[in-house]
């Protein structure tokens, strides 16, 4: 079932970067589609979190698209990769998701291409998913029914267990360093920054095995 912009805006954010769990992310292309599972997020809920881009309220060039409608496309660049971001909550109220880790699952070849990385390494992190994907600042501040992007729900992928932790490089920024806000497949090997043990490498962290 492919999800609709008022998915964004039916629950808080965190709750909405949990549903996002297990959600197959599909990118339209001229070699045909690219597919793969979120399996880890993070949520930024507004202006009073202090590692939220629309802290304070403020509206810039580079956070403009944080402030509009749910369901648009926020990306931005940092370390010069492009990270992608799904935008929550009614207009002026700068909440989003940070897609963090997906599994691939079609269109490996021509992610490879995009990214010359085996395993893991081809998109467990922000940047290297959006790199290996092919997605660009251009869909910036668009909705998403008007981007190549997809996202829809999978009957197959339903993780066996949701880890909540606090975000990654969040630094210096009080309480909101350790806000537990970063959500994962517990045990799935493209989740980002996660010791050896921890990796399910019989399940990958579904209730089945795909």
């Known amino acids: 079932m492919v999800i609709k912009t008022d998915f964004f805006e039916s629950a808080p954010t965190a709750q909405l970067a949990q549903k996002l769990l297990g959600v197959v992310l599909t990118v339209t292309t001229k070699a045909g589609p690219l597919r793969a599972v979120i399996v880890e997020t993070e949520a930024y809920v507004g202006q009073l979190d202090a590692a939220d ?28 990769q492009t990270l992608l971001n799904f935008v929550t909550q009614a207009v002026g109220d700068p909440q989003g ?18 990214r010359p990385k085996t395993g893991p390494a081809l998109t467990n992190g922000p940047g290297k998913l959006t790199q290996a994907l092919g997605l ?3 869909l910036n501040g668009r909705l998403l029914p008007e981007t190549p992007l997809t996202l829809s729900w999978d009957p197959i992928f339903q993780p066996r267990e949701v880890q909540t932790t606090s975000r990654i490089g969040i630094a210096n920024k009080g309480s909101w360093t350790a806000a537990p806000l970063r959500f994962l497949v517990a045990g799935n090997p ?6 050896k043990r921890d990796i399910d490498l019989d399940r990958y962290g579904w209730r089945s095995n795909n």
């Open 53 to 80: 881009h629309g802290y304070g309220g403020r509206i810039t060039r580079k956070n403009r698209a944080l402030f509009a409608a749910p369901g648009t496309v926020f990306t931005y660049q940092m370390h010069r």
């Open 190 to 195: 493209f989740v980002s920054k996660q010791l």
């Open 97 to 114: 998701i940070l897609i963090r880790a997906v599994q691939p699952i079609e269109g490996l070849s021509a992610m490879t291409q995009n």
């Open 136 to 138: 660009t600042m251009v």
